[in-house]
Each structure stands twice: as structure tokens, then as C-alpha cells.
């Protein structure tokens, strides 16, 4: 009988330890080895733009300014702020992107409100609200299937896909890092208040967009 419980005991513990395990695996809190462009033979293409003239190209800037937004370690508070911007140390994951944007140059706020401004039927909103509009996953997604170069929502396809460049969920968004799995599917650095900040998750969810910020507004007036 007491082997039989110390038996019980041990398959408990053993239990317990692989719940753990899983979890710990499963928010990427294990350590892993990281892989590069390199590593894949996978050349970085830089943008012929640099918005904000500091020298670096605008996909560098936009990952250089992923990088320096979670290095803050943000808390995480979805909040409505009069002017926009969060005034505390809390955000959501869209501020990953006016962040990082803003590294570059782009004022994304300003833009993406005079696109709705002038095309609120692409938007599909009743009401325009500029203190939270750029906030939102669904209406920063309809801005940059308009004026961004749209590519592959295939994780496998992981030549075309390149630090810098935005994937957006259905109800979340993020950066795509420099880092790379052990088979080329790229990292994510984002904001989501329970995962790592950067971390192997390109593909959790189910990817409805994925972006290059190689802006073009030739539609805003028609032409």
C-alpha cells in the first residue's frame, strides 16, 4: 500500500511538472537557440525610403523602433486617452505600430485620420473618434491593405518574410523580428500583456494580413 501511494505521489509530481513544462514551452519561456536572415541564406531588402533622413532605411527603422517600444517592458491597459496617446505606462498592441512608425518618421496618427477623414466608407465606422481610431486592429488593416505592399500570409514562405514588416490577427497586430525559428519562420515582437515581447508566435494565430511599409498613396486622391 505505502509503495503504492509513493507510486501515486511520484505520477502526481511527474504530472505536475510536465504541466509546467508545457506551459513554460508553450509562452516561448524556455530557452530556445535563435537563427538569422543568415542562417537561411535570406538577403534583408532594404527600403529606398528614409523617411526621417537619420541615415538608416525606413524597415530598419521601423524594427529598431519595434525593439526600443518593448524594451520599455509596456504594462498592458486597454484605456481611451483624450489626444490619443497613452499618458501612463500602459498600452495595447496597436502602439506597437504608431511606435515604431514614428521611429521612421511617420506621423501614423495624422495620416491614418486624414484617410479616414476623406474615405470614411473605407472604414466603415459611424463615428470618427481621432483620440482611438488609429488604435484599431481593423482600421489600421484597411489603411495598409491601401497603401502598403501586401505579401504572403504562408509563415513557410519564410523568404518573403523580413524583419520590419507588420502581420496583423484578427483581433491583434505585431512586428515581424530579425530572429528566426530553427525552420526560418520569423519571430514577432508585440504586446499582448501575457506572451513574451519577442517571441517564436508568428503563426498562433491566424494571420489576415502581412505588410511592407513601402507606402504608396497614390489612391488617397484617385489617381
Not at 27 to 46: M, W
Not at 95 to 115: Q, V
Request: with cysteine; proline share 1%; glycine share 6%.
Amino acid at each position: 500500500m505505502k509503495l503504492f501511494l509513493r507510486f501515486g505521489n511520484l505520477l502526481v509530481i511527474a504530472l505536475f511538472l510536465l504541466l509546467v513544462f508545457i506551459a513554460l514551452d508553450r509562452f516561448d519561456y524556455l530557452p530556445r537557440k535563435t537563427y538569422s536572415d543568415d542562417d537561411f541564406n535570406v538577403s534583408f531588402i532594404k527600403s529606398e525610403v528614409d523617411k526621417d533622413n537619420d541615415g538608416i532605411d525606413d524597415y530598419t527603422d521601423i524594427l529598431e523602433g519595434a525593439k526600443d517600444f518593448v524594451a520599455k517592458r509596456p504594462k498592458y491597459k486597454s484605456a481611451y486617452y483624450e489626444g490619443g496617446y497613452p499618458n501612463d505606462d500602459y498600452y495595447v498592441c496597436t502602439d506597437l505600430i504608431w511606435y515604431a512608425l514614428k521611429n521612421a518618421g511617420y506621423d501614423f496618427k495624422t495620416m491614418l485620420d486624414n484617410d479616414i477623414k476623406n474615405n470614411i466608407e473605407d472604414y466603415a465606422l459611424e463615428v470618427r473618434d481621432s483620440n482611438i481610431d488609429f488604435r484599431r486592429v481593423r482600421n489600421i488593416k484597411v489603411f495598409l491593405d491601401k497603401y502598403t505592399e501586401k505579401l504572403t500570409l504562408d509563415a513557410d514562405d519564410y523568404e518573403n518574410w523580413q524583419a520590419g514588416d507588420i502581420v496583423v490577427y484578427e483581433n491583434h497586430i505585431a512586428i515581424v523580428s530579425d530572429k528566426r525559428n530553427k525552420f526560418g519562420i520569423n519571430y514577432i515582437i508585440h504586446h499582448d500583456g501575457y506572451h513574451k515581447y519577442e517571441e517564436d508566435g508568428l503563426t498562433r494565430k491566424k494571420i489576415i494580413g502581412h505588410y511592407r511599409f513601402n507606402l504608396n498613396m497614390e489612391d488617397e486622391d484617385g489617381s
